[in-house]
């Protein structure tokens, strides 16, 4: 009786053991291709998550300006017909807020934002007293408004 076969892979050529060198640099470039693409989502990630938490503290800051306004004026008073009738930003540059300088804090009677009186659209009524949130460095628009408060009547 003979004995059983031994179970033996065949034997490969020797140009099928490995990886070719063409192959390798195929697979290197798509996986190189992948991460320039992954790296280049970092800076808009960092910047988008930089004006979010500017915008953040520019609301708040805003917010408890308003408070501030609020309870030291009554809404009839001379301060809020003084920032009924502007027309620009006042005082001009802003005041700086003392928890975070970069940031100032401006009053006006119409929106910066939306300068045109549009029928319908309560956000850009002109002679409506507003906070205007400035910032020199982190603006978002060329007048560098970071964000503005409108106050309802």
């Known amino acids: 009786m ?19 060198l063409v ?21 808009l990630k960092v910047r988008t998550g930089a004006d979010a938490s500017i915008l953040t503290e520019a609301v708040f800051l805003a917010q408890q300006k308003a408070q501030e306004v609020r ?21 001009a540059g802003g005041i700086p807020f003392p928890q975070n300088p970069d940031l100032r804090y401006a009053f006006c009677g119409r929106s910066v934002l939306d300068p045109f009186d549009s029928p319908g659209v309560p956000e850009d009524d002109f002679s ?18 970071v964000y503005e408060l409108r106050f309802e009547n």
Not at 24 to 42: C, E, H, K, T
Request: proline letters at 15%.
């Open 128 to 145: 409506v007293p507003r906070i205007i949130i400035l910032s020199p460095t982190q603006a978002r628009s060329p007048s560098g408004v």
């Open 71 to 91: 309870r030291d004026n009554a809404p009839d008073s001379l301060f809020f017909v003084w920032m009924r009738g502007l027309t620009d930003p006042a005082p």
């Open 23 to 43: 192959e390798v640099v195929v697979a290197l470039a798509i996986f190189l291709f992948g991460v320039v693409a992954l790296l280049n989502f970092f800076p």
């Open 2 to 20: 003979a004995p059983p076969p031994s179970p033996r892979r065949p034997r490969l050529s020797s140009a099928r053991r490995g990886l070719t």
